[in-house]
């Protein structure tokens, strides 16, 4: 098993740069495929950004490709989130996720592959 607690989040304006981490607790972290999602009021949890257990490859959504950049140190247990050139529809609550195991290019982008989740950090940018 794998706990995980977001943090990081704020509020920035439009332009601007955020840095949210996950810090997860658990023996067996470096085992873990991580992924981020994000939720805004009233809609599906959608994809952000999925990273392998060896950090060696990296999935983004079309979204944030080119802006976002998730990267992991599994000495200390954390999987982070840099977030660049940030937009109004970018604002949401933004979770860390996680599964043991291998994911492909479509299970990965799939909130319901993960089995483990933070309680989520909110993100907010004003225009």
């Known amino acids: 098993q794998v706990q995980l607690v977001e943090s990081g989040g704020g509020l920035v304006q439009a332009g601007g740069s955020l840095r949210l981490s996950c810090a997860a607790s658990?023996?067996?972290?470096?085992?873990?495929?991580m992924g981020w999602f994000r939720q805004a009021p009233g809609m599906e949890r959608e994809f952000v950004a999925h990273i392998t257990w060896s950090g060696g490859s990296t999935y983004y959504a079309d979204s944030v490709k080119g802006r976002f950049t998730i990267s992991r140190d599994n000495a200390k247990s954390t999987v982070s989130l840099q977030m660049n050139s940030l937009k109004p529809e970018d604002t949401a609550i933004y979770y860390c996720a996680a599964r043991l195991g291998w994911g492909t290019p479509e299970s990965i982008q799939n909130p319901n592959w993960y089995r483990h989740w933070g309680q989520g950090t909110q993100v907010t940018v004003s225009s």
């Open positions: 658990g023996r067996t972290f470096s085992s873990y495929d």
